[in-house]
């Protein structure tokens, strides 16, 4: 008998429609994949991720915004909920909430954020736009540990999609969310696994992965 793996204890942070999160509950649910998605959180009680979450089993919550007089105690209530729940890493997924640096440093190599571009071209938002509107031949996303900066943590996985004649944001991001829903389950199974791990602000790779490439996924 195969000895079974032992899972981290992972939480998601949406704030909206969740795909990449219900991508993500998939994967975990394999017996050898080697984290769990124990625990959604939204900052927007209207996201649609939250019931999505609900009937996929998982324990989903709003912890709304709007409620908190200031960051710093929004982030302490997010805080408590991930304490309560023993969670060891972070995946943010769609979550359009700044946090705070304290925050951010307090879970330094252990939260991990996807991003719609080739990174570290167009941070921010509308990255579909402005990939069209530069013209690039390339577009993409990148999965990266999250630091203070926004959009500007360590890569630990891109995945490349062409741009072709005639796109406009819908077709191009549709051409990327599939590639998204990839590449957002292998990141997390090569950090939960020890595949990579955060080491004085660069990615460390394990030899296997060095050895492999795993962390590129290709057109
Ligand atoms: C994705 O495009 C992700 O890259 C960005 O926000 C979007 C979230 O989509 N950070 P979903 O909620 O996972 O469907």
């Given amino acids: 008998m195969s000895t079974p793996v032992t899972k981290k204890r992972v939480a998601i942070l949406i704030s909206g429609r969740g795909s990449n999160m219900v991508s993500l509950i998939e994967a975990g649910r394999a017996p050898d994949y080697p984290a769990e998605i124990v625990l959604v ?10 019931d999505r979450a609900r009937e996929a089993g998982i324990p989903a919550r709003a912890i709304d915004h709007k409620a908190f007089p200031d960051r710093a105690r929004f982030d302490a209530a997010l805080q408590a909920e991930l304490d309560g729940a023993g969670i060891e890493l972070i995946v943010l997924a769609g979550f359009m909430r700044i946090l705070t640096d304290a925050f951010v440093e ?114």
């Fill in 106 to 219: 307090a879970w330094a190599g252990r939260m991990i954020n996807i991003h719609p571009s080739l990174l570290p071209l167009f941070k921010g938002t509308h990255t579909h736009e402005r990939a069209l509107e530069a013209g690039v031949r390339l577009h993409g996303c990148t999965v990266h540990y999250v630091v203070p900066e926004l959009d500007a943590g360590p890569i630990v996985a891109q995945a490349a999609v062409p741009v072709l004649p005639g796109d406009d944001a819908d077709t191009l991001s549709a051409r990327v969310i599939v590639q998204e829903h990839r590449l957002y389950p292998a990141a997390l199974a090569l950090i939960a696994g020890g595949g990579a791990a955060l080491d004085g602000g660069r990615v460390r790779f394990s030899a296997q992965e060095r050895d492999t490439g795993a962390a590129i996924l290709s057109l």
């Fill in 41 to 50: 959180l939204s900052n927007r009680p209207d996201a649609a991720g939250l």
